[in-house]
Each structure stands twice: as C-alpha cells, then as structure tokens.
T-cell receptor, first 114, second 109 residues
Framework: IAGITQAPTSQILAAGRRMTLRCTQD?????MYWYRQDLGLGLRLIHY???????GKGEVPDGYSVSRANTDDFPLTLASAVPSQTSVYFC?????????????FGPGTRLLVL | GQNIDQPTEMTATEGAIVQINCTYQ??????LFWYQQHAGEAPTFLSY??LDGLEEKGRFSSFLSRSKGYSYLLLKELQMKDSASYLC??????????WGAGTKLIIKP
C-alpha cells in the first residue's frame, strides 16, 4: 500500500441499505477526514479524526458515522442510505501537526443510492 | 458564514499564462491551499500560503494577501495536461479546511 486506499471504487446501493466505505493509509498520519463532493459544490467535511480513538463532526455529519480504532483505518458508515447521499466520497489524511496540515486524498468512492 | 469564491470556469491557450483568483471570508485563517483535480480523480496538493506574498514552484505560483482576503494561482507555459479543476481552500480557526467549488480550466491548442 502506498498512500491512501479506498474501497469500493464505486457502488450502487438500494435506499435503506447499510453501507461501509473503507479507508486505509500507510503514512502514519495522525489526522483523517471524510469528505463528499457534489457537482457545483466544494468539498464538504462529513467527519474527521485528529488521532486514533477520537472523532469529530464536520459540516454535514447527519446520516453518517465513523470510528477510528487505530491509526491506519477510518471507515465511514451510512446506517440507512438515502438518495441524497449519492455523491463521490473522498478520504484524506494529514500529519495534523502545526505546519504539516497538508491533506492527501484517496482515489474516492463513487456511490449511487437508488 | 464562511465563504470561498472562485470563478466557475476559465479558458486559456496552450503556452499562455492564466491567473485563477480566489477570495475568502472565514472565521480565522491558518493558511490557504491550492489543489489540482483532474476529472474523475482525487485532488492533489499544489501549494500552501500562510504569509503574504508570492510562492513560486516551477510553472505554478501562488499569491496571498491576508488583508484583502485574496489569493491567486498563476500557471505559466500552459500545457494540455493542465486542463483540470483548481480548488482553493482556507484553513479556519478550528484547523478545518473550507473549500471553494473549484475553477474548471480548459486549455485549447
């Protein structure tokens, strides 16, 4: 693994189903983030984690949950998917230290909720 | 509220120079980032400005004026591969990134 990986690459999901998007990084970064990107809008932060064992809510957290059991993994769960959650989801990580805030992104997961 | 403004789309000619502007209003300021995003791909880091002035990195330069809430990304000697969206993002007082919607740059031969 080099950098950040996400799985699946894409998914079609029926409304009401539960789905977990996976994210793994091998850079030993402290901080990790989940964003969604929709046409015409900037990236919007869903949840973040400044370090293993802690998580926080971003701008659009409703309908999503996260966990950070270790440094490398930061899964995002949609408990009961709705069509408005159709989007491209990006996971990112950073050192989280002052002066080292640059975020590096995974390749994204394209999710269609029908 | 917090706001990042940048033009939706720009067109330029191969070999030319283009300047992409970004204005911002945020609660606090801990730096401004520019990212490049090719269609269907992830954003990739281009530059970071935290002090006023110009940062040059090869064909790309980024300028910041904190008093004016303004930045620009300057791309020189444009190549076809520079066709992409360019995202401006500001780190606010909570060290969270606030993102603009991006500027789609179209390069014509």
């Amino acid at each position: 693994i080099a950098g950040i990986t996400q799985a699946p690459t894409s998914q079609i999901l029926a409304a009401g189903r539960r789905m977990t998007l996976r994210c793994t990084q091998d850079m030993r970064h402290n901080a990790m983030y989940w964003y969604r990107q929709d046409l015409g809008l900037g990236l919007r932060l869903i949840h973040y984690s400044n370090t293993a064992g802690t998580t926080g809510k971003g701008e659009v957290p409703d309908g999503y949950s996260v966990s950070r059991a270790n440094t490398d993994d930061f899964p995002l769960t949609l408990a009961s998917a709705v069509p408005s959650q159709t989007s491209v989801y990006f996971c990112a990580s950073s050192d989280g230290l002052a002066g080292q805030e640059t975020q590096y992104f995974g390749p994204g997961t394209r999710l269609l909720v029908l | 509220g917090q706001n990042i403004d940048q033009p939706t789309e720009m067109t330029a000619t191969e070999g030319a120079i283009v300047q992409i502007n970004c204005t911002y209003q945020t609660s606090g300021f801990n730096g401004l980032f520019w990212y490049q995003q090719h269609a269907g791909e992830a954003p990739t880091f281009l530059s970071y400005n935290v002090l006023d002035g110009l940062e040059e990195k090869g064909r790309f330069s980024s300028f910041l004026s904190r008093s004016k809430g303004y930045s620009y990304l300057l791309l020189k000697e444009l190549q076809m591969k520079d066709s992409a969206s360019y995202l401006c993002a500001v780190m606010d007082s909570n060290y969270q990134l606030i993102w603009g919607a991006g500027t789609k740059l179209i390069i014509k031969p």
